[in-house]
């Protein structure tokens, strides 16, 4: 390892590594580096066991605020990174970006921060969200680029003052793997929505519930919702709502699953009725096995939907309008729904391959003497 250069990926869990910087990690193992990884122990950590790799755990509540916690996060994350010395380092999700480029600049150390999502602060004009702002603009003073994953968060930040328009990049988030063989579109009567998603209210999850409620009592039409909550989360929907609308046939419920392409295959229509996006991977999915999309017209949804010919968009917030866009894609025929997978199928494959991706992250490299 002393011969070798390093890089280092920061994230709020192992799990975000795992899933969305698998092959980036790969990449750069490829390229001859040391790769060292920082973030909160949990499950996925068993995954990363290359000889070449390190790694390091840290203790942090994602949204937690307190101020002794807080401290406890960024002294740990300050003593990794003047022991590792790394040669480039990417931050990941909020609290790592702030963190984690703060010390950086403090250590004089070369960093890149992914915005990959703006985060619930932002969907509220408070006193937390004016702190936020400040506290971004003090750390990303000396990374070397800046990374979004829809012109909208970047523009926002723009707005703000918070960045130095000549830094910025955008990366369509993880992306996705584009299949060899095309899908084919594939229509059937029966109708199974489906919504993948984090139990938070942001998410759109109160509104698909609605919804899926006043469909229940048609065998024809079914509403499926995976996904996990977090007690710890104060936006996170109770498990005890989410079972009474499993007890009145309103939906069917499973927790997280690891292959959520075997449940979107067996889907009519995916459906995230979110209040605000990064880059869903979700629909980037949906998209790629041409399963017709239902989505809010918000950042992150509509750079994957760009307009109604691409997928039914409804407003965020509204369980009338989402209902109205459930009604509007069960009277679309089989030749319409066609039309809209074949055009988002297209628009994915050449805007959001994973190729693209991994070719932004091969130059980042140029950063490293």
């Known amino acids: 390892m002393a011969d070798k250069k390093s890089i280092t990926l920061v994230s709020n869990n192992y799990w975000t590594l795992y899933k969305f910087r698998y092959d980036v990690i790969k990449l750069f193992l490829s390229k001859g580096f040391h790769v060292n990884l920082i973030a909160v122990k949990d499950s996925y950590s068993n995954k990363f066991d290359d000889k070449d790799m390190t790694k390091y755990y840290i203790s942090m ?45 403090l250590l004089d150390l070369k960093s890149i921060s992914f915005i990959t999502g703006i985060g619930h602060t932002f969907i509220y004009n ?3 969200q004016k702190f936020i702002i400040f506290l971004y603009k003090i750390s990303l003073t000396s990374v070397k680029e800046i990374w979004f994953t829809n012109q909208t968060d970047k523009q926002l930040f723009d707005r703000l003052n918070i960045i130095k328009k000549n830094k910025t990049r955008i990366i369509p988030g993880a992306g996705i793997n584009i299949p060899e063989n095309e899908p084919i579109y594939k229509y059937s009567s029966k109708k199974l929505f489906l919504m993948i998603s984090r139990l938070q209210k942001e ?40 079972n009474q609308y499993i007890q009145n046939n309103s939906i069917i419920y499973k927790k997280y699953q690891q292959n959520i392409s075997k449940f979107i295959n067996m889907s009519s229509c995916i459906v995230l009725p979110s209040y605000r996006e ?22 992150g949804c509509i750079d994957i939907i760009k307009d109604e010919s691409y997928g039914v968009l409804c407003e965020a917030r509204s369980k009338k309008s989402l209902l109205c866009g459930i009604n509007k894609l069960l009277k679309l025929d089989k030749d319409k729904i066609s039309l809209m997978v074949e055009k988002t199928f297209l628009h994915v494959k050449h805007s959001f391959s994973k190729n693209i991706v991994l070719a932004e992250y091969k130059n980042s490299l140029n950063h490293i003497k």
């Open 278 to 299: 990064g880059m869903s991977t979700v629909l980037l999915e949906a998209s790629i096995m041409k399963r017709p999309i239902i989505t809010t017209n918000v950042p």
């Open 203 to 242: 998410k759109g999850v109160l509104e698909y519930l609605s919804c899926a409620e006043k469909f229940k009592n048609n065998s024809d039409i079914n509403f499926m919702l995976i996904g996990d909550g977090n007690s710890s989360d104060p936006s996170s929907i109770d498990m005890s709502l989410i």
């Open 126 to 128: 408070n006193f937390l």
């Open 61 to 105: 509540n994602n949204r937690g605020l307190s101020i002794i916690g807080e401290i406890k996060t960024f002294v740990e994350l300050f003593k990794i990174y003047k022991k590792i010395n790394s040669d480039l380092t990417f931050h990941f999700t909020i609290k790592p970006n702030l963190y984690g480029s703060m010390i950086c600049r």
